[in-house]
């Protein structure tokens, strides 16, 4: 029976257009990452999470139930529910985000936070204003919807007068350094992942890591933004030994993602294939896309690789002390 794409990607696409993105996330969930890091609002230069990051625990959730409705009578409604969905936000009930998960993502975002300052950056944040960048629409084709959020993006930006943008995963960075200037008229911000900046600050080691670790590689950074050897700088800074899988570099395995949604049995299908070539180099890994990290994490077992995001793992090299979680009002 299958997945109704056309439906499922239709509630994502209508909350694009209607609610600004794909799962409509509260002010709250949305920034709670920033507390107490004290980012000016706005400026020249501002972080961009996308909100991918903080997307990925509601995305992973509603993955989970597309799996469970595969072959469910229950698909021959979605049609019905997308029509409910223009009323009634029904994303709220079919990606319940898991809390732990999204604590994990949060201390994540702060540990780049706090690697860029680290290394001298100043910058800003768009906190409750920024918005999702639009990649799974693009990745799906959707083009006039995308033309149309794209739009937004660059007049908030415009509005904040931002001219740099410093990205944290590897589908914003995409949307935003190839994708909008393609659908965009004098899209001429500048955009650079934090892997990047990093590489070209060079942070002051503070902590020798022991070990060894699997490099897996994001599609995206890999094969369409030229991100390869700089990860690969940053962990060999540490002190950790870097192992190759088998298929690697521009040459990267896909995680499974980001098709859960739509295909969640071919999604977990992928995701075990590349948590076996990890396996058997290795019994621990790093991923730095969360959507890489969530598909790799679900697929793992019990005798898998544990994979961990890079970006914790070079704050544990690069700051002098263990990142905080965020305050509690």
């Given at each position: 029976?299958?997945?109704?794409?056309?439906?499922?990607?239709?509630?994502?696409?209508?909350n694009l257009r209607k609610?600004?993105?794909?799962?409509?996330?509260?002010?709250?969930?949305?920034?709670?990452?920033?507390?107490?890091?004290?980012?000016?609002?706005?400026?020249?230069?501002?972080?961009?999470?996308?909100?991918?990051?903080?997307?990925?625990?509601?995305?992973?959730?509603?993955?989970?139930?597309?799996?469970?409705?595969?072959?469910?009578?229950?698909?021959?409604?979605?049609?019905?529910?997308?029509?409910?969905?223009?009323?009634?936000?029904?994303?709220?009930?079919?990606?319940?985000?898991?809390?732990?998960?999204?604590?994990?993502?949060?201390?994540?975002?702060?540990?780049?936070?706090?690697?860029?300052?680290?290394?001298?950056?100043?910058?800003?944040?768009?906190?409750?204003?920024?918005?999702?960048?639009?990649?799974?629409?693009?990745?799906?084709?959707?083009?006039?919807?995308?033309?149309?959020?794209?739009?937004?993006?660059?007049?908030?930006?415009?509005?904040?007068?931002?001219?740099?943008?410093?990205?944290?995963?590897?589908?914003?960075?995409?949307?935003l350094r190839d994708v909008?200037?393609?659908?965009?008229?004098?899209?001429?911000?500048?955009?650079?992942?934090?892997?990047?900046?990093?590489?070209?600050?060079?942070?002051?080691?503070?902590?020798?890591?022991?070990?060894?670790?699997?490099?897996?590689?994001?599609?995206?950074?890999?094969?369409?933004?030229?991100?390869?050897?700089?990860?690969?700088?940053?962990?060999?800074?540490?002190?950790?030994?870097?192992?190759?899988?088998?298929?690697?570099?521009?040459?990267?395995?896909?995680?499974?993602?980001?098709?859960?949604?739509?295909?969640?049995?071919?999604?977990?299908?992928?995701?075990?294939?590349?948590?076996?070539?990890?396996?058997?180099?290795?019994?621990?890994?790093?991923?730095?896309?969360?959507?890489?990290?969530?598909?790799?994490?679900?697929?793992?077992?019990?005798?898998?690789?544990?994979?961990?995001?890079?970006?914790?793992?070079?704050?544990?090299?690069?700051?002098?002390?263990?990142?905080?979680?965020?305050?509690?009002?």
């Amino acid at each position: 029976m299958g997945i109704p794409r056309k439906a499922v990607l239709g509630i994502l696409v209508d909350n694009l257009r209607k609610r600004k993105s794909v799962l409509p996330l509260s002010k709250k969930v949305a920034t709670n990452w920033a507390k107490g890091l004290d980012l000016p609002r706005g400026g020249e230069t501002i972080i961009y999470t996308g909100q991918m990051y903080q997307l990925i625990p509601a995305i992973s959730s509603m993955a989970a139930k597309m799996a469970v409705f595969e072959n469910s009578w229950i698909t021959k409604f979605m049609g019905i529910g997308r029509i409910m969905n223009k009323v009634i936000n029904l994303s709220f009930f079919m990606a319940r985000r898991d809390k732990k998960m999204q604590a994990q993502f949060d201390q994540t975002l702060r540990s780049i936070a706090l690697l860029l300052k680290a290394s001298g950056l100043e910058f800003g944040y768009l906190f409750e204003e920024e918005l999702y960048s639009g990649a799974l629409v693009f990745d799906q084709g959707v083009d006039k919807v995308l033309k149309d959020h794209a739009e937004r993006v660059q007049a908030l930006l415009a509005e904040h007068g931002v001219k740099k943008i410093i990205t944290v995963d590897p589908h914003t960075t995409q949307m935003l350094r190839d994708v909008y200037p393609k659908v965009l008229e004098d899209f001429d911000v500048e955009v650079k992942s934090y892997l990047e900046v990093l590489a070209e600050r060079k942070p002051k080691v503070f902590n020798k890591l022991e070990g060894k670790v699997v490099i897996h590689d994001s599609c995206v950074y890999a094969r369409y933004e030229d991100i390869v050897e700089q990860p690969r700088k940053l962990l060999a800074e540490t002190g950790l030994e870097l192992l190759e899988p088998e298929l690697t570099g521009r040459s990267t395995h896909c995680c499974g993602g980001p098709i859960e949604t739509l295909f969640p049995a071919q999604a977990h299908r992928l995701a075990s294939s590349r948590v076996k070539q990890l396996g058997a180099v290795g019994d621990k890994s790093v991923a730095m896309c969360p959507i890489c990290l969530v598909n790799l994490q679900g697929a793992r077992g019990e005798d898998g690789p544990e994979c961990r995001d890079i970006a914790d793992i070079l704050a544990e090299s690069f700051l002098e002390a263990e990142p905080t979680p965020p305050h509690e009002e």
